[in-house]
């Protein structure tokens, strides 16, 4: 009883502390903007590299760009026609957890079904923290020196 009792009251601070983490529409879309900004940044730097390293000449870039730009289109375009599919998977993944939550109530008593709910949102929360990690762990460390090459 303990235990269910501490595992409740670790899930409550960890729901309030994310809770206080909250984004606005403003937020998400000033960083989808950084966001496109880098990627940019990063592809042209990724094409000044190739071109200092295949000793490219000003028409081979302009063809890699505008190979690159078509890809990039040809991509987005993907994206936005499979767009109905993968919401039409998500809607169908959430109704198929709604059943087997109500067949879980079904099935177990009220207490067994509290601490089922209980373990499901912890784990939850662990796997949500170990991606975060994962991410953290992609970035570059600020080390304060230069990359040298």
């Known amino acids: 009883m303990k235990k269910l009792v501490l595992a409740i009251a670790f ?3 960890g729901s ?5 983490q909250t984004t606005t529409p403003q937020d998400r879309q000033a960083r989808a903007v950084e966001m496109k900004q880098k990627m940019e940044q990063k592809q042209q ?3 000044a590299e190739m071109q200092k390293d295949l000793n490219l000449n000003q028409s081979q870039v302009a063809q890699i760009k505008d190979l690159q730009e078509k890809r990039n289109a040809e991509r987005k375009a993907e ?3 499979n767009k109905g599919d993968r919401q ?3 809607q169908e993944m ?4 709604a059943q087997m939550d109500a067949d879980m109530k079904k099935i177990l008593n009220p207490e067994q079904y509290d601490k089922w709910q209980a373990d499901r949102k912890a784990k939850a929360e662990k ?8 991410r ?6 600020n080390t304060g020196a230069a990359d040298v090459k």
């Open 127 to 134: 796997m949500k923290m170990a991606m975060k990690e994962r």
């Open 16 to 20: 309030f502390a994310m809770a206080q």
């Open 11 to 13: 899930i409550g601070m």
């Open 45 to 47: 730097e990724r094409l």
């Open 136 to 141: 953290m762990m992609k970035k570059p460390m």
């Open 88 to 90: 039409a998977k998500m």
């Open 94 to 97: 959430m109704a198929k957890r």
């Open 79 to 81: 994206f936005e026609k």
